[in-house]
């Protein structure tokens, strides 16, 4: 049985700031052993689950915050930067499923600790289909194009939450509550990782009843950006088109979900450079 992984980091128990989740900040070094551990026993769990095969794509930052000799499970680590399918590089029709870890809520949402959509500096909200999607429901996108259920996600209630419209049959395992943007009441990190372990092997042993994303063909997606300037260039990629009604938003809709993760991809990196 193969489970594919793609880690966070902002959604780990105790991770509160962006200061604890950045290369080059003194307090780094220590949350990045906490994503680790979270990672493991997701691996772990799974494992007890009947999972025998793992792929670790990082998807934090640098896309290079976990330790690959201290992966659980002899899993494969997936690393760095410019990956065309970005948090989701790596993941096929192979899979028996996915697991979301260490994933935190999105821009719009209400009480998310650390919360964004991709670029926190560009991107204000996001629908899928009408409805707020986080960066768990964007990339459940890729998910869908595959064929793959996404049995697992880790973070807080707002994470969860967010996912359960897209992926109504994932499991959850909460480890914080979000008190405000830079607050939290967090489990013991142990206590963290005992969640998440009987989390991922619960979601692998109900797999025979799971179902890929629950997402209606074509789909669309409504990107209201922090400026009209950041919507305008956008739309100088094909298939956005500006929103009459609103200067800051595009749209995107594709029959193939996998192109139009994609597309939201590009004008996240398009827009990522000019968006101070």
Not at 77 to 105: C, N
Not at 196 to 204: F, L, P
Not at 234 to 253: K, L, N, Q
Request: hydrophobic share 40%; proline share 5%; glycine share 8%.
């Amino acid at each position: 049985m193969r489970i594919y992984l793609s880690s966070d980091m902002e959604g780990t128990a105790g991770v509160v700031d962006w200061s604890q989740c950045r290369h080059g900040q003194p307090e780094y070094a220590y949350y990045r052993t906490l994503l680790q551990a979270e990672v493991n026993a997701a691996i772990e769990g799974a494992m007890a689950g009947g999972a025998d095969d793992f792929l670790v794509n990082d998807s934090h930052s640098t896309m290079s915050n976990l330790r690959p000799d201290k992966l659980a499970g002899r899993a494969r680590y997936l690393s760095g930067r410019h990956k065309p399918l970005y948090m989701m590089q790596g993941l096929d029709a192979s899979f028996d499923g996915v697991f979301f870890v260490s994933y935190h809520g999105s821009m719009a949402g209400e009480r998310a600790t650390l919360s964004h959509t991709y670029n926190p500096l560009a991107i204000a909200e996001v629908r899928l289909n009408g409805v707020v999607a986080g960066e768990s429901g964007i990339n459940a996108l890729v998910a869908l194009g595959h064929g793959v259920p996404v049995l697992l996600v880790t973070g807080d209630e707002t994470t969860a939450a967010e996912l359960e419209p897209f992926c109504p049959g994932a499991v959850a395992a909460v480890v914080k509550s979000s008190v405000s943007r830079f607050a939290a009441d967090s489990l013991h990190p142990e206590a963290a990782r005992e969640v998440i372990e009987q989390a991922a092997r619960t979601a692998v042993e109900a797999l025979p009843s799971a179902e890929p994303p629950r997402i209606e063909l074509p789909a669309t997606l409504t990107v209201r950006m922090r400026n009209p300037d950041l919507a305008e260039m956008a739309t100088w990629i094909t298939g956005v088109e500006r929103d009459p009604a609103d200067a800051s938003t595009v749209r995107m809709t594709d029959t193939d979900p996998i192109r139009l993760y994609r597309t939201f991809i590009t004008v996240v990196l398009l827009t990522r450079g000019i968006a101070e």
